[in-house]
C-alpha cells in the first residue's frame, strides 16, 4: 500500500517555496540598483567636476537614507503589512529613477543625489521587510543558509546592473577626459551634457520596471510570519522589557555598520581604483563584477555549510580574518595584483551579512521587529565608511603632490594607501565573531 501522507517538514519547506520565490525576486531588484553604483561614481566624478570624496556622495545618497526611513519604514510595514510596504518601496524607487531625467537635463549633482536618495528610502522600505522575513520564515541556526541564497540573487543582479550601466554610462569615457583637457568652455559643457543625457533611457526603462513590479508583488502570495520568543518568563524571573537589555544587538548594529561600509568600498570603488592605477574605464567597468562574482561563489558555498558543517559564528570569525588579511594584501602591492585583492573582499564578506543578522536577532522574540529597524538602520556605514575613504585618498594624493610625486604616481598611490581604512572595520568583525554576539545572551543561546 502507498503511503501518500505528507509530512509536516515538507509540507512546510512548499508552504515556505513561494514566499522565498518572491523575496528571492526582491534582494535581486535592489542588487541591481545598489550595485550600479560602482559605475555612477566615476561618471558623476567626471561629468560633474568632483573629487574623490564628493563623488562618493553617490553611496552616502544611497545608504544615507537607511537612517533617515529605518524606523518609519518599520511604522508602515506595522501600518499596512508586508506585501502592501513592498509594492510601495518599489513605486518609491521608481520615482526615484524618473528623477534622473531633470538632474542629467541640469547636470546638477545635487538633484542625482535626490533620485538616488530617493530611491534608497523606497530600498529602505524593502530591506525592512525582506532581511527580518528571510530570517524568521524557517528554523534560525539555518536563516544564514537561506540569507546566503538571496545574497546569490542580489549579487548576480549586482553584477549584471554593474555591467550593463557601466558599458552605457562609462563608454568612451577615456576619450572624453582627453577631449575637456583641450576644448573651450563652451564646447566642455556640451560634451559634459552629452554623456549626462546617456542616464536618461536606462533611467526610464529601470523606472518602467520598478512600477510594473510594485503592481505584481501587491498581488504576491505573501503569509505573515513572526518571531517566536525565545526568552520567556520562567518562575522567580522577569522577561526583559527593553531593546537596551541585549548587548548582543547593539555590538551587532555596530557590526553592521562596519560591515556594509566595507562592502561598498569593495564593489563601488573598485572601478575608480582601477582608473586611479591607469587601467582604461572599459576594462575597469568590469572589476565591480569580479567582486560580485567573488561574493556569489562563497554564498554558494556557504549555503551547503552552513549550519550542516559549520556554525553561523565561525563562518563569521573566518570572514573578518581573511578580511583583515586581505585589507594588509591590498596596500602592500600594486596593479592589477592590487585590483584581485580588493575583488577578493567579496570572499571575505559574503557571509558576514548572512551571519549577523540570526546571531543579532537570537533571542530577541517581541523585540524582533525593532531590532530589525536598528539593523536597517546600521546600513548607513555605506554611507559614511567610503566617503572617509574618499577623503583619505584626497589628502594622501595632496600630500604626496606636495613632497613633489607625480600627478599619475600620487594618484595611484593615494588610491591603495586609503584601503587602510579597512582594517579597523574587519577587527571589529572579528570581536564580534568571537565575543560580541554572545554578549548578555544565557548560555543556552550561545552556541
Same mark, same amino acid.
Given at each position: 500500500?502507498?503511503?501518500?501522507?505528507?509530512?509536516?517538514?515538507?509540507?512546510?519547506?512548499?508552504?515556505?517555496?513561494? =514566499?522565498?520565490?518572491?523575496?528571492?525576486?526582491?534582494?535581486?531588484?535592489?542588487?541591481?540598483?545598489?550595485?550600479?553604483?560602482?559605475?555612477?561614481? =566615476?561618471?558623476?566624478?567626471?561629468?560633474?567636476?568632483?573629487?574623490?570624496?564628493?563623488?562618493?556622495?553617490?553611496?552616502?545618497?544611497?545608504?544615507?537614507?537607511?537612517?533617515?526611513?529605518?524606523?518609519?519604514?518599520?511604522?508602515?510595514?506595522?501600518?499596512?503589512?508586508?506585501?502592501?510596504?513592498?509594492?510601495?518601496?518599489?513605486?518609491?524607487?521608481?520615482?526615484?529613477?524618473?528623477?534622473?531625467?531633470?538632474?542629467?537635463?541640469?547636470?546638477?549633482?545635487?538633484?542625482?543625489?535626490?533620485?538616488?536618495? #530617493?530611491?534608497?528610502?523606497?530600498?529602505?522600505?524593502?530591506?525592512?521587510?525582506?532581511?527580518?522575513?528571510?530570517?524568521?520564515?524557517? *528554523?534560525?541556526?539555518?536563516?544564514?543558509?537561506?540569507?546566503?541564497?538571496?545574497?546569490?540573487?542580489?549579487?548576480?543582479?549586482?553584477?549584471?546592473?554593474?555591467?550593463?550601466?557601466?558599458?552605457?554610462?562609462?563608454?568612451?569615457?577615456?576619450?572624453?577626459?582627453?577631449?575637456?583637457?583641450?576644448?573651450?568652455?563652451?564646447?566642455?559643457?556640451?560634451?559634459?551634457?552629452?554623456?549626462?543625457?546617456?542616464?536618461?533611457? *536606462?533611467?526610464?526603462?529601470?523606472?518602467?520596471?520598478?512600477?510594473?513590479?510594485?503592481?505584481?508583488?501587491?498581488?504576491?502570495?505573501?503569509?505573515?510570519?513572526?518571531?517566536?520568543?525565545?526568552?520567556?518568563?520562567?518562575?522567580?524571573?522577569?522577561?526583559?522589557?527593553?531593546?537596551?537589555?541585549? *548587548?548582543?544587538?547593539?555590538?551587532?548594529?555596530?557590526?553592521?555598520?562596519?560591515?556594509?561600509?566595507?562592502?561598498?568600498?569593495?564593489?563601488?570603488? #573598485?572601478?575608480?581604483?582601477?582608473?586611479?592605477?591607469?587601467?582604461?574605464?572599459?576594462?575597469?567597468?568590469?572589476?565591480?563584477?569580479?567582486?560580485?562574482?567573488?561574493?556569489?561563489?562563497?554564498?554558494?558555498?556557504?549555503?551547503?555549510?552552513?549550519?550542516?558543517?559549520?556554525?553561523?559564528?565561525?563562518?563569521?570569525?573566518?570572514?573578518?580574518?581573511?578580511?583583515?588579511?586581505?585589507?594588509?594584501?591590498?596596500?602592500?602591492?600594486?596593479?592589477?595584483?592590487?585590483? #584581485?585583492?580588493?575583488?577578493?573582499?567579496?570572499?571575505?564578506?559574503?557571509?558576514?551579512?548572512?551571519?549577523?543578522? =540570526?546571531?543579532?536577532?537570537?533571542?530577541?522574540?517581541?523585540?524582533?521587529?525593532?531590532?530589525?529597524?536598528?539593523?536597517?538602520?546600521?546600513?548607513?556605514?555605506?554611507?559614511?565608511?567610503? =566617503?572617509?575613504?574618499?577623503?583619505?585618498?584626497?589628502?594622501?594624493?595632496?600630500?604626496?603632490?606636495?613632497?613633489?610625486?607625480?600627478?599619475?604616481?600620487?594618484?595611484?598611490?593615494?588610491?591603495?594607501?586609503?584601503?587602510?581604512?579597512?582594517?579597523?572595520?574587519?577587527?571589529?568583525?572579528?570581536?564580534?565573531? #568571537?565575543?560580541?554576539?554572545?554578549?548578555?545572551?544565557?548560555?543556552?543561546?550561545?552556541?
Amino acid at each position: 500500500m502507498v503511503n501518500n501522507t505528507i509530512s509536516p517538514s515538507s509540507e512546510k519547506k512548499k508552504n515556505t517555496l513561494v =514566499p522565498i520565490l518572491i523575496i528571492a525576486s526582491l534582494f535581486f531588484v535592489f542588487g541591481f540598483v545598489t550595485w550600479i553604483n560602482g559605475a555612477l561614481i =566615476p561618471f558623476m566624478k567626471t561629468i560633474n567636476e568632483l573629487t574623490s570624496a564628493q563623488s562618493l556622495l553617490v553611496a552616502s545618497a544611497s545608504y544615507i537614507s537607511f537612517v533617515v526611513m529605518a524606523l518609519p519604514a518599520s511604522y508602515i510595514l506595522g501600518k499596512i503589512g508586508y506585501k502592501k510596504g513592498m509594492s510601495l518601496g518599489l513605486f518609491i524607487m521608481g520615482f526615484g529613477a524618473l528623477i534622473f531625467i531633470p538632474a542629467a537635463e541640469a547636470r546638477t549633482y545635487w538633484m542625482f543625489l535626490t533620485g538616488i536618495f #530617493i530611491q534608497g528610502a523606497g530600498m529602505t522600505l524593502l530591506q525592512t521587510a525582506s532581511n527580518p522575513y528571510i530570517t524568521i520564515l524557517g *528554523p534560525i541556526d539555518s536563516a544564514a543558509k537561506r540569507i546566503s541564497i538571496m545574497g546569490i540573487c542580489n549579487k548576480i543582479a549586482g553584477a549584471l546592473g554593474s555591467l550593463i550601466f557601466g558599458s552605457i554610462l562609462l563608454s568612451g569615457i577615456d576619450e572624453i577626459k582627453e577631449k575637456l583637457s583641450l576644448v573651450n568652455t563652451v564646447e566642455k559643457a556640451k560634451l559634459l551634457d552629452t554623456m549626462a543625457d546617456s542616464v536618461v533611457a *536606462p533611467y526610464i526603462t529601470m523606472a518602467i520596471v520598478l512600477f510594473i513590479l510594485g503592481i505584481l508583488i501587491r498581488k504576491a502570495p505573501l503569509p505573515d510570519v513572526e518571531a517566536e520568543p525565545i526568552e520567556e518568563a520562567k518562575e522567580g524571573e522577569t522577561t526583559k522589557t527593553s531593546i537596551f537589555q541585549f *548587548p548582543h544587538l547593539w555590538l551587532g548594529v555596530l557590526t553592521l555598520f562596519m560591515y556594509v561600509g566595507v562592502e561598498v568600498i569593495a564593489g563601488d570603488t #573598485i572601478i575608480a581604483y582601477g582608473i586611479a592605477l591607469g587601467f582604461p574605464a572599459s576594462d575597469a567597468k568590469f572589476f565591480t563584477t569580479f567582486t560580485l562574482l567573488a561574493m556569489v561563489i562563497t554564498y554558494g558555498v556557504g549555503a551547503f555549510l552552513i549550519p550542516k558543517y559549520i556554525s553561523q559564528a565561525l563562518a563569521l570569525r573566518a570572514s573578518a580574518v581573511l578580511g583583515i588579511l586581505l585589507s594588509l594584501c591590498i596596500v602592500a602591492s600594486s596593479g592589477f595584483t592590487s585590483i #584581485i585583492f580588493v575583488a577578493a573582499l567579496g570572499i571575505a564578506n559574503a557571509l558576514v551579512w548572512p551571519a549577523i543578522w =540570526p546571531l543579532t536577532l537570537k533571542g530577541l522574540g517581541k523585540f524582533t521587529k525593532t531590532a530589525s529597524a536598528l539593523l536597517i538602520m546600521a546600513i548607513s556605514g555605506g554611507a559614511i565608511i567610503p =566617503p572617509l575613504y574618499g577623503k583619505l585618498v584626497d589628502m594622501n594624493k595632496a600630500d604626496m603632490l606636495s613632497q613633489g610625486m607625480s600627478e599619475v604616481a600620487s594618484t595611484a598611490n593615494a588610491a591603495t594607501e586609503g584601503y587602510w581604512i579597512l582594517l579597523p572595520c574587519y577587527a571589529f568583525i572579528l570581536y564580534y565573531a #568571537i565575543i560580541g554576539h554572545k554578549a548578555g545572551l544565557k548560555k543556552e543561546y550561545n552556541k
